[in-house]
């Protein structure tokens, strides 16, 4: 299976988080770009791993269509997955697409960029996100090119408006848009993003829903971040991964359990002498039976929490 192979395995060590990939909106299992919320429309991604059928549109992407303009988060895993998010926006409406947020450097959330150039819009990211994608950009971009081809994969656009610790409030035309740039949990450019219209609160890879999570940032921030999180009062949520939208409260729980399982037994590891190798061998494995690609990303996870551990 492709999504097993060398380029999957080296875009994990690189810390992609490939969370799953199917051609956008097309992929089995998804159901195309819903309306969760009036004016909000959501495509869930299935819990797959990147590969050439999917065109890696594997994460939850969609748009907010206000009154005056569109904004679109994510955009996509793929030049690919952005222009079937894009067609399908402009079968709602033909109002401008002014805002594209990237909510973090991961490929399955950021490659679908390119597809909304020619909109012009603004883009934005976290502070730190643009020094991620020049740090990694190229090389996801090449995974991707040899998983997808040249055509599908999609150029590494960086932001034109970076979100930094004051809150950035936009305005789609009787409709505003709050965005915050989170610290180091999933990733090291995590932003948070609020629809006050809805009430429906944004957090992409914060929150994992019935597929692994995959740690690429800091183990203990993202339990902080989760604290964040519940501290906005938001009741529902559009997750990273998993369903189009979620009780915030019941679906943090299970992500709180994983991660504090995962620091837990990776402290007792540490604490045993055990070697890390012997750590992914027994750290957090009643976790499986609870997580979709457990088995693809857990090992990785007990890397990272091993490496950030065992300097306590
Ligand atoms: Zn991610």
Known sequence: MLQYGTTRRTLLQAGICLCGCLAAGRAAGSAGLAEVAPGVF??????????SANANGIANIGCIIGDD?????????????????????????ERPIRHVVVSHVHPDHCFGTGAFLDDAPEILGHHRLGAALAARGDYYQRQLTELLGDAAAGPV??????????ET???????????AA???????????????GSGLLFPADLLFVGRAPS????????????????ASGAVRAVPGHGPATVELDQAIGPLERYLTILQDETRSALAAG??????????????RDHWALFDDYHGRNVTQAYKELEWE
Do not use: F, K, N
């Not at 989170?182 to 006050?196: G, I, K, P, R």
């Not at 055990?274 to 976790?287: D, L, P, W």
């Open 69 to 93: 303009a569109v904004l679109v988060t994510d955009p996509g895993g793929s030049l690919a997955d952005g222009q079937w998010l894009r067609t399908e926006i402009r079968r709602r409406t």
């Open 215 to 230: 740690l690429d940032g800091s183990l203990s921030g993202w339990l902080t971040a989760l604290d964040r999180l519940r």
């Open 169 to 179: 409030v936009l305005d789609l035309g009787g409709r505003r848009i709050r965005l």
């Open 157 to 166: 656009v960086p932001p034109t408006r970076p979100v930094g610790e004051e």
């Open 42 to 51: 959501v495509r869930r991604g299935p819990d797959e791993d990147a590969s």
């Open 182 to 196: 989170y610290a180091t949990a999933h990733s090291d450019c995590d932003l948070v993003m609020l629809d006050e």
């Open 274 to 287: 055990r070697t890390m190798e012997e750590a992914i061998a027994t750290v957090a494995t009643a976790e």
